[in-house]
């Protein structure tokens, strides 16, 4: 698998933990989204399932809506509500 | 001094204003958030922190950004720690400068507020008993 034909998937503190690993790569295909990738690893990592509802999704570092097409060499973040401060 | 920041190193709350105001400012607000000992009725022993640090830097200046459009307050920074951070030490200083108190202080609370809303930074507590991710707003973020 390249870069290029691959989209990075990041996933971070309590999401990271129930995914086994903070970083991944899936294959990239025409009309993929954020949401196809979640239920993906929903479907491999069921510990992630609490989560659905909460985590947000991040395409190279912007806040999108689940539903966003993803392009090869996009990185795609996971991110439990946040609680910093 | 950088305007944003992310640490593991100590927060200095002088350092953080130093240079900020200009001759035109009346006011420096300083907002210093401290780790405690006692939440939601467990004793915590520290925190560790988590964060998304090539996003945080983007989302500090969108919130930025924002602070500048609805207060005008131009002058803003942001430092925040990750890794362990012990009770009685600063998890996160918040510094505006503005020409009046009200802007600046509205500034350095809608920050924080979005702080806490916005950016990919995560506390672990450590309490006695036990350890746990906090949670922040479930509701989560699409723009």
């Known amino acids: ?8 998937v990041l996933l971070f503190a309590a999401a990271r933990e129930a995914a086994g690993r903070g970083r991944l790569e899936v294959p990239h295909r025409e009309g993929l989204t954020a949401a196809d990738v979640w239920k993906n690893l929903e479907s491999e990592r069921p510990a992630l399932a609490p989560l659905a509802g909460s985590v947000s999704v991040a395409v190279n ?3 999108v809506p689940r539903d966003t097409l993803l392009a090869a060499g996009d990185e795609l973040a996971f991110l439990p509500p946040v609680s910093g401060g | 001094m950088e305007r944003f920041r992310i640490t593991a190193e100590p927060l200095d709350e002088h350092a953080i204003a130093e240079g900020l105001s200009t001759s035109e ?10 780790v405690r000992t006692r939440n939601k009725g467990r004793k915590v022993l520290h925190l560790e922190y988590e964060a998304y640090e ?10 930025a950004e924002d602070v500048s459009r609805r207060f005008g307050v131009e002058r803003l920074r942001i430092h925040h720690r990750i890794g ?27 920050t924080m507020n979005e702080i806490k809303r916005i950016v990919p930074i995560w506390k672990r507590e450590f309490f006695e008993g036990g350890d746990v991710w906090v949670e922040g707003p479930k509701e989560p973020v699409t723009e």
Do not use: K, Q
């Not at chain 2, 009346?26 to 401290?34: D, E, L, Y």
């Not at chain 2, 996003?55 to 200046?61: A, D, I, K, L, T």
């Open chain 1, 1 to 8: 698998m390249t870069g290029s034909a691959a989209v990075t």
């Open chain 2, 25 to 34: 400012d009346g006011a420096v607000v300083v907002f210093s958030g401290i």
């Open chain 1, 61 to 63: 570092h912007r806040f």
């Open chain 2, 54 to 63: 090539a996003m945080v830097y983007p989302v500090f200046e969108r919130v």
């Open chain 2, 84 to 110: 362990r951070v012990d009770i009685g030490e600063s998890s996160v200083l918040v510094a505006a400068a503005s020409p009046h108190r009200g802007s600046a202080f509205e500034a350095a609370r809608h």
